[in-house]
Each structure stands twice: as structure tokens, then as C-alpha cells.
């Protein structure tokens, strides 16, 4: 535990701090308790992550029921070039309960707040992955000033369900629209028997699918797997999970009816002008989707593949690059695709930067 103390003593620096050489991955006891606790309004505080210096800072922005510790295999490598932080959503991680209803115009306002409060300099680049992409999408739309930048990592985008049944012509939409409900009410199955069980403990038995496996360590890591596990016992999290679902997936009895988030995005819509822009997009993604066949999987994968291109089209400097062998967890499974264009986008903002 000493060594660790020691690495982020060193990593985490301040000012005008000189850049510092890290490890391409942060020592997972880095991502096992609190770092910084920035407060916000409401009395809340969201857990921020900061290692090394430079500018623009790159801010982490992670997918839905994920910390800040998913980016734990990129964080590092980009810290040795630039400011690179990582947060936890409210209720995620170390971070308070939101204490209202968690969608993408409330997660925008969070964010913007822990800017401020931190404070971090802008403009920065936004690295956001699943909906994380989508709230970073957002974010940049309503905040044009404070963004100079964005890497979305195979990110959801607005009326992406819609997307799914205009190509999934032959097959009956109404119950395509049947198996996205049961993905939120399986969330709010999890809810109650998380409510329901003793405190610190995870539901048991088949249950104990209520944990989230994306989200745990690829390899065996007992400190981190522990912390996850840990904090998927506590019934906040599942209250932000279920909120954060009702918010984007469509559950209303109008098939297609878009959801809160949807409308929300549909609001601040415009282009990005001349931003650098990286959109990745997963080859493998849709093999979580449960009971699909195969041609569905390839009409939804041309769905998902549009959305993408849509916003790379966004900015004029914007493109999309496809990860052919990689899931939905792109940073974990091919961390060095995330940390080119990382790389590609920071070096653009530098090169735009006016000298002084």
C-alpha cells in the first residue's frame, strides 16, 4: 500500500507541476476509495480522479453503471502527456446520490458544476464512452466554450432504439420494443433485491446477475473486484441505474415514443463546427444483445454504425473509426485504439491553440 501512496503522490499534481512519467495502468487500489471530493450544489460531492499536467485537460466521462476505474487501462499513458481526469457519475463509484432524476440534462449540469468547482481548466477534452458518450455529446452542444475536443468511445446517440426497429423492417416491433423494456424492468428486479438485502451484501443465487460482469477486471484482480462488488450492494446506485434507464431506454406504451433523453438532445442538436472529433465504433458490440439473430445483429450493427457516422458528421473535423475486433468496452479491450485518438484529438487542440 506504501508504493501506491507513493505513485500517486507523485501523479497527482497540481498547478503548474511539471509533467510526470506513469504507468500505462493505474494501480487498481487508485480506483478502491475516494480521491477527490469535490462538492456541488445540494450538499453532494462527486469523486474526482487527477494525474499529471498540461493542457487541455482530458475529462472521463464513463457508460452507464461504470466508475471512473474503467479507464484505468488509458488514464495513465495519457497523464504522461497532459492533465488527465477521471470522475464518477452521482451515485457511481464514491460519488454522492444524485437526489433527482438522473438524465442526460441533469448528468450535463453535474458535470458542468464539478468544472467550476474543481476547478479545471478549459476548454478540455471529453472522453465519454456508451451513454457517456451521449452526455458528452450533450455537454459539448450546451457548452461549446468549455470543449476544444471529444473522443466517444462506441457511444449511444439520441433515438438509437428508433434507429434499431426503422432497420429491423421484417420482424415485429412491438416486441422489439418488448425486449427493451425487459432490460429496464430486469434494472428494477436488481432494485428491489438489492433493497432487500442486507446491507453491503449482494443479492444471491441467479440473482447475482444484478452484478454488472462488463464492468469487472478482465484479468483476476481481488482488491478491485472487491470494491465494484462493494459498492453494487448499495441501493443508491441501483435507484441512479434504474432513474438513468427510464431516462433513455423507451418504456412508454407509444412504441417509439422518444424517451427524456431523446428529447433533450434533440433540443441542442447543432454542429460542432471545426472541433477535433474521434467517434470509435465496436465491431462486437451487439453480441449483448441478448436473443437476437444473426440478421438482426447485422441490421442493428448498420444502425449503430450510422448513428456513429452522424455525429463524427457533427464537426467538420470529425470522423468515425471502426474497432473490428473489439466488444462494447473498447478501452479495456483494445486500450491502445482509445489512446491514438486521445492522442490524435489532443494534438489537433494544441495545434489550434493560439501561441502566446
Not at 233 to 251: G, H, M, W, Y
Not at 314 to 341: E, F, M
Request: negative net charge; charged residues 20%.
Amino acid at each position: 500500500m506504501r508504493v501506491v501512496k507513493r505513485l500517486l503522490a507523485a501523479l497527482v499534481v497540481c498547478g503548474g507541476a511539471a509533467p510526470v512519467e506513469v504507468p500505462s495502468e493505474v494501480p487498481s487500489e487508485a480506483y478502491t476509495h475516494p480521491q477527490q471530493l469535490v462538492a456541488i450544489a445540494g450538499g453532494r460531492r462527486l469523486n474526482l480522479f487527477c494525474l499529471g499536467a498540461g493542457s487541455p485537460t482530458v475529462l472521463f466521462e464513463a457508460g452507464s453503471g461504470s466508475s471512473s476505474s474503467t479507464w484505468r487501462h488509458v488514464q495513465g499513458t495519457v497523464a504522461t502527456y497532459t492533465r488527465a481526469c477521471a470522475y464518477d457519475r452521482a451515485a457511481f463509484g464514491f460519488s454522492d446520490p444524485p437526489g433527482r432524476v438522473v438524465d442526460a440534462a441533469n448528468v450535463v449540469d453535474d458535470l458542468h458544476q464539478l468544472i467550476v468547482a474543481a476547478p479545471l481548466k478549459t476548454p478540455l477534452v471529453l472522453v465519454g464512452h456508451s451513454i457517456g458518450g451521449l452526455y458528452a455529446t450533450l455537454f459539448a452542444a450546451e457548452h461549446k466554450d468549455e470543449v476544444a475536443g471529444m473522443v466517444l468511445v462506441d457511444p449511444s446517440f439520441a433515438h438509437q432504439f428508433e434507429s434499431f426497429a426503422a432497420k429491423d423492417g421484417k420482424s415485429d416491433t412491438s416486441k422489439l420494443y418488448g425486449t427493451f423494456r425487459a432490460m429496464a424492468d430486469e434494472m428494477r428486479v436488481c432494485q428491489a433485491l438489492v433493497h432487500a438485502a442486507p446491507p453491503g451484501q449482494p443479492p444471491g443465487g441467479k440473482e447475482a446477475d444484478c452484478l454488472p460482469s462488463a464492468v469487472m477486471p478482465e484479468h483476476p484482480d481481488a482488491v478491485l473486484l472487491a470494491a465494484l462488488t462493494q459498492q453494487w450492494t448499495r441501493p443508491a446506485l441501483f435507484d441512479a441505474k434504474v432513474s438513468e434507464a427510464q431516462s433513455f431506454i423507451p418504456t412508454t406504451e407509444g412504441e417509439g415514443h422518444p424517451p427524456v433523453d431523446d428529447d433533450e438532445l434533440d433540443a441542442a442538436s447543432g454542429n460542432l463546427g471545426d472541433m477535433p472529433l474521434v467517434v470509435l465504433t465496436a465491431g462486437q458490440t451487439m453480441g449483448s444483445f441478448p436473443g437476437l439473430s444473426d440478421a438482426q445483429r447485422a441490421q442493428f450493427a448498420a444502425a449503430w454504425t450510422a448513428g456513429h457516422d452522424a455525429l463524427a458528421h457533427r464537426s467538420s473535423r470529425g470522423k468515425n473509426v471502426p474497432v473490428a475486433d473489439s466488444g462494447h468496452y473498447i478501452q479495456i479491450d483494445r486500450p491502445a485504439v482509445v489512446l491514438d485518438a486521445i492522442r490524435h484529438v489532443v494534438d489537433d487542440v494544441r495545434a489550434a491553440a493560439p501561441a502566446h
